[in-house]
């Protein structure tokens, strides 16, 4: 049967990314014998303009009817002045989200190891790296009531809330632990515990799901903890479970252990359609120029292709000819280093083509 990928390719480079992602795909679909077919739909700053709103209904709609969305960026400056709910990311990215239901925002950081000199950590340090961030995206800080008021005194006062609830902690750390069953096995839950009420009911939570999982080993840490273990020694994780904005954070963090934002893939998993888009912004400053880097991008195809596809063939083929592609010297200019051959975003998206 032919599944529908909707291609939301946005703002800035992702008018140039989104199209090497396709092509990859097209290849491995060619390829595997998988039936697809393609429709795009505006949001951003490229619905604003064309539709006077971030996040049209018809997007919205092509969403829903299809398998799996690839999405490159939303921003830039041209919008950075409309009031906050027409903005591009609070105005389609947030509700985009919520409104599938994707509670789960899965971020791998691996190395490639052509790329060890281009992490800023040692290469004994990175050499091997692999591991899973899974942040919940639907709950916590960025989604608690908030409230801005002036108290009795005068004083001008704002208020954000941590909420969560049970149920929204067990889909998401159970999640984790499956995850982890096809992994190395290890899931680190990451909260603030000895402060937070709501990171002691995710922590008793974790603890009750963990009974289900006796192959696997679960470990608490502290959020400051983790931030320093990070840089410490990252290759101690397999699976990072957390909460929405420490998983903001940390997953920031995380990203630049591989060499560049433009290596990092996601995944935003839990409703009936999945959503796949590179972990950078819209990278205004290079936009147009072909330069930007359409790996994380490719990438973020090959977890299509694991989690929406079914096809894990077709992500190792990717992720292999990435490898091949780096290990022959090629490199966009955010991972340039003397004596590589260097691409643009184009001619990037037909080497690994190739190679498929
Ligand atoms: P950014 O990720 O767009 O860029 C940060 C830096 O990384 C820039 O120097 C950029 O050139 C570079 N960079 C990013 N992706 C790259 C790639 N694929 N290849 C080579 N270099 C790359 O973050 P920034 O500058 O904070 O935000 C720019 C715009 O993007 C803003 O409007 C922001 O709100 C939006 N944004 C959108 C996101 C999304 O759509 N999911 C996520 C983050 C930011
Ligand atoms: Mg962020």
């Not at 208020?159 to 889909?171: A, K, N, S």
């Amino acid at each position: 049967m032919t599944k529908l990928i909707a291609l939301l390719p946005g703002d800035g480079i992702g008018q140039e990314i989104v199209p090497q992602g396709r092509k990859v795909l097209e290849v491995v679909a060619s390829r595997l014998g998988l039936e697809l077919e393609f429709e795009e739909g505006l949001i951003g700053g490229a619905a604003i303009d064309a539709a006077g709103t971030p996040l049209p209904e018809a997007t919205l709609d092509l969403c829903r009817r299809s398998t799996a969305i690839l999405l490159g960026a939303v921003g830039g400056p041209k919008w950075d002045n409309l009031p906050v709910h027409l903005r591009p990311e609070a105005g389609a990215l947030l509700p985009l989200r919520k409104q599938l239901g994707l509670y789960a925002n899965l971020r791998p950081a691996f190395l490639f190891a052509p790329l060890a000199k281009a992490s800023p950590l040692k290469p004994e340090l990175i050499e091997g790296l692999d591991l899973l961030a899974v942040r919940e995206l639907t709950g916590g800080l960025y989604f608690g009531e908030k409230k801005t008021f002036r108290r009795e005194d005068g004083q001008e006062t704002a208020i954000d809330t941590l909420v969560y609830t049970e149920g929204e902690i067990e889909r998401i750390v159970r999640l984790a632990f499956e995850l982890a069953r096809k992994r190395r096995r290890k899931v680190t839950s990451v909260d603030k515990a000895n402060v937070l009420e709501s990171s002691r009911l995710w922590r008793r939570v974790a603890e009750r799901v963990a009974q289900d999982y006796p192959d696997v080993t679960l470990e608490h840490m502290y959020v400051d903890n983790c931030a320093m273990q990070l840089v410490r020694w990252p290759k101690q994780f397999d699976v990072i479970v957390t909460e929405n904005m420490f998983g903001d954070i940390l997953t920031d963090q995380a990203s630049v252990l591989a060499g560049s934002i433009g290596m990092l893939p996601s995944a935003s998993l839990g409703g009936e359609v999945a959503l796949y888009e590179p972990s950078h912004g819209s990278a205004p400053d290079i936009a147009g120029q072909d330069k930007a880097n359409p790996l994380a991008t490719i990438l973020s195809v090959a977890l299509m292709l694991k989690f929406s596809l079914d096809c894990e063939e077709g992500a190792k083929a990717i992720e292999q000819a990435v490898a091949e592609v780096l290990a022959e010297g090629y490199r966009t200019a955010d991972l340039w280093e003397e004596g590589a051959k260097l691409v643009g975003c184009r001619a990037m998206g037909d080497l690994v083509a190739e190679k498929v």
